[in-house]
């Protein structure tokens, strides 16, 4: 039994401490992004700004962060991330980006925020100054001032981010120029302009995007990632766009850093190979973390060893007892005999004692060794769902189904049987 409780205590310790590994930031990201490419005169359109806003949008979602099918699988080792896309791109009328929608968004992402969660607004299109220049649906140009959405934001964010592809050439007529911004208090509070007042904003037909946005989303991806620390803090992302914006535009396109504290702000988490979420499963239930990665063949393996391997020590373990309660049970047998003479019985209980003491040693190595190979496969088990990025067979390989039917028994009663079927090609 002092095996089995020294086991025992070793897997709750590594249950306790898995979750310590989980994400050390609490609370949810948001995310906005917005991309308009078709705008009225005066304006001219753009070709990648709807573009740059899916992209951005698609980053956020991989970068350390799941989209919602996997946070419901996640239990409680996920960073939760919601992204909302608005595009003129997009048919739906309700995700086009006018000024309507983008305020009713905002509005609906503050409502459900709480004080550790972190906003993030991705802004690609035209721009004036301080304000944003949106459409609606028919075409009619709008006018989006920052002050406007700062002011919403500062009912209830303590930590957000803009991060703006825009122009801020001030002289157009149609979006005027807003006065100067201003910000609450709060954590972490910041504007990253693409270009520095009363600048362009470049698109590059040779990356495909706006030049800003195209070395944003390669500083998110890991290149700004200088203290590799896999994690893309505020300050990572500012310098690297900053410096590869102003060089590839031999300086005509300089981004704006604006921030409201001195906070630094983790924006983006790197794969750096250990997936904690499955280990953290697979730590709770064994193989249930790859099934959750799709690697179905991997996870019955663990799960049915894991169970068989239970199973193995459990039996194990009565035949120790039991054997431990016969050699008690001769050794008490023989105390109770005469102290001085040794007779036939004596002789007997004495080899009984002997021969389960032999045996209570053999169990006691076989349960030892058991509960040995069982912590190896737990371990194996974690470190496969941490690391493997692959299933050891292909999923074409293998099949298992589950049918049920009425089967007429002897007594000419129906009952209700359940049929498993695999099939495993090599």
């Given at each position: ?32 992004s ?56 997009n ?8 000024k309507s929608n ?35 649906q ?6 989006l ?7 919403k ?8 981010m803009l ?90 396109q ?12 983790n ?12 280990i ?36 194990r ?11 008690y ?5 023989l ?31 076989n349960?030892?060794?058991g ?34 039917g009425?089967?007429?028994?002897y ?16």
């Amino acid at each position: 039994m002092t095996m089995l409780i020294k086991y025992t205590k070793l897997l709750c310790l590594i249950l306790l401490v898995f979750p310590v590994f989980a994400e050390s930031e609490f609370g949810k990201t948001y995310v906005i992004s917005i991309g308009i490419n078709s705008y009225p005169l005066p304006y001219g359109n753009l070709r990648f700004a709807a573009s740059d806003a899916e992209k951005f949008a698609d980053v956020m979602n991989e970068r350390g962060f799941r989209d919602d099918n996997k946070q419901k699988q996640g239990m409680i080792f996920v960073k939760p991330i919601d992204v909302i896309l608005l595009s003129d791109q997009n048919s739906n009328d309700e995700i086009f980006p006018s000024k309507s929608n983008i305020l009713k968004q905002l509005d609906s992402v503050l409502s459900k925020m709480n004080e550790n969660d972190f906003v993030i607004i991705f802004f690609s299109g035209h721009g004036t100054g301080e304000s944003l220049a949106t459409t609606t649906q028919e075409g009619k140009p709008e006018k989006l001032e920052l002050k406007e959405i700062l002011r919403k934001l500062d009912t209830k964010a303590e930590r957000y981010m803009l991060l703006l592809d825009a122009c801020r050439y001030t002289e157009n007529r149609v979006v005027g120029f807003s006065a100067t911004i201003q910000a609450g208090n709060g954590l972490f509070k910041s504007i990253f302009y693409s270009t520095s007042n009363s600048g362009f904003s470049e698109e590059s037909p040779k990356f495909k995007q706006g030049v800003y946005t195209h070395y944003l989303l390669e500083a998110l991806k890991g290149k700004a990632d200088t203290n590799k620390n896999w994690i893309i803090s505020s300050d990572e992302v500012r310098d690297y766009v900053s410096e590869n914006v102003k060089k590839i535009t031999d300086g005509r396109q300089t981004p704006q850093w604006y921030q409201f504290s001195t906070a630094v702000q983790n924006i983006s988490y790197l794969d750096s190979g250990i997936s904690w979420q499955t280990i953290g499963k697979s730590a709770i239930i064994p193989g249930f973390g790859q099934w959750g990665k799709e690697h179905k063949v991997n996870s019955l393996f663990f799960f049915s060893s894991f169970l068989a391997g239970g199973f193995y020590l459990y039996t194990r373990n009565n035949i120790y007892e039991r054997t431990e309660n016969e050699y008690y049970l001769c050794q008490n047998l023989l105390l109770f005999s005469s102290p001085k003479v040794l007779d036939a019985v004596d002789l007997v209980l004495f080899q009984e004692a002997e021969n389960h003491r032999n045996a209570l040693i053999a169990q006691a190595r076989n349960l030892e060794l058991g509960f040995d190979l069982l912590a190896v496969l737990y371990l194996w088990n974690l470190w496969d769902a941490g690391f493997e990025k692959q299933q050891w067979f292909g999923s074409n390989n293998f099949n298992m189904k589950i049918d049920s039917g009425n089967y007429k028994t002897y007594s000419s009663q129906y009952e209700q049987r359940f049929r498993i079927t695999t099939e495993w090609s090599f």
